[in-house]
C-alpha cells in the first residue's frame, strides 16, 4: 500500500470524533457513515486540512480513487517539474524494470561520484539511504517552523468545525500567542473529540495520545 494510503487521517461525524488511523482505513469508515445527519470531514493529521474524498461506491472503488487522485497529482507534479510521467526517455516508452511501487516518485538526482559511491554502500542502497536522510533532515527542522505547522493545523481544524463553538475567537488568539494554559481553558467547555484533537494538533502530535 503507498505512503499516500496510510497517511494519517482522522474522520470526524460532526463534532464526533469517527476514526483515527490509515487514509484507507478512514476513509472506508467515512464512507459508512456518510448517509447519515452529520456531515462527515477528515482531517490530515499533519497539516489539519480537509481530505477531499469521493465515498461513492464499494471500499475498493473508494480505495481505487485514492489511488488514482494520487497518481494524477504525481503526475501533474512531474510535468510541472519538467519532468515525464514515464521513464520514457530512458527506457523508449517501455516501463522500466523495478519501476517505483505507487507513492515513490522517481525523479532525477546529481551528485558526485563519491556521494554515489558513499550512497551505494548505505543499508539498503543509494535510495533507501536518501529517503533515511530526507526524514531525518525534517525532524530537524526548526523548532519555531514545527511550533508555526502545528498552530495552523490546530486552525485549520478549530475553524471547519469549532467556529461556532463557544470561545473560539479567544482560542484561537491563545493558540497563535503558544499560550497553551489559556488555550486549554478557551477549549475546555467543548465537545469532548473536538478538544481533544485541536490540543493534539496544537502539540504537533500526529498520534492520539494514551492515558
Keep these: 500500500m503507498s505512503d499516500h494510503l496510510i497517511k494519517p487521517c482522522t474522520a470526524f461525524s460532526g463534532l464526533k470524533l469517527l476514526l483515527s488511523g490509515p487514509l484507507a482505513e478512514v476513509a472506508i469508515a467515512a464512507s459508512r457513515k456518510a448517509d447519515g445527519a452529520d456531515a462527515i470531514l477528515v482531517f490530515d493529521d499533519e497539516t489539519g486540512r480537509i ?35 514515464d521513464e520514457t526517455e530512458r527506457d523508449g516508452g517501455q516501463r522500466g524494470r523495478g519501476r517505483p511501487r505507487l507513492g515513490v516518485v522517481a525523479r532525477e538526482v546529481t551528485l558526485l561520484p563519491r556521494q554515489w559511491e558513499w550512497l551505494a554502500a548505505q543499508p539498503g542502497g543509494s535510495s533507501a539511504a536518501l529517503r533515511r536522510l530526507v526524514d531525518e533532515a525534517r525532524k530537524a527542522v526548526d523548532p519555531r517552523q514545527r511550533r508555526r505547522a502545528a498552530q495552523e493545523a490546530a486552525y485549520r481544524f ?36 473536538v478538544r481533544a484533537y485541536a490540543l493534539r494538533l496544537a502539540a504537533g502530535s500526529a498520534e492520539p495520545e494514551h492515558s
Excluded at 167 to 190: H, I, K, M, N, S
Design 51 to 85: 481530505v477531499d474524498l469521493d465515498l461513492r461506491g464499494t471500499d475498493a472503488d473508494i480505495l481505487n480513487r485514492l489511488a488514482d487522485s494520487f497518481k494524477a497529482r504525481t503526475v501533474s507534479d512531474r510535468h510541472e517539474a519538467g519532468e515525464t510521467s
Design 158 to 193: 478549530m475553524h471547519a468545525v469549532a467556529g461556532d463553538l463557544p470561545g473560539y475567537e479567544e482560542a484561537t488568539r491563545a493558540l497563535f500567542a503558544d499560550d497553551r494554559a489559556t488555550l486549554g481553558q478557551r477549549v475546555a467547555a467543548w465537545p469532548e473529540d
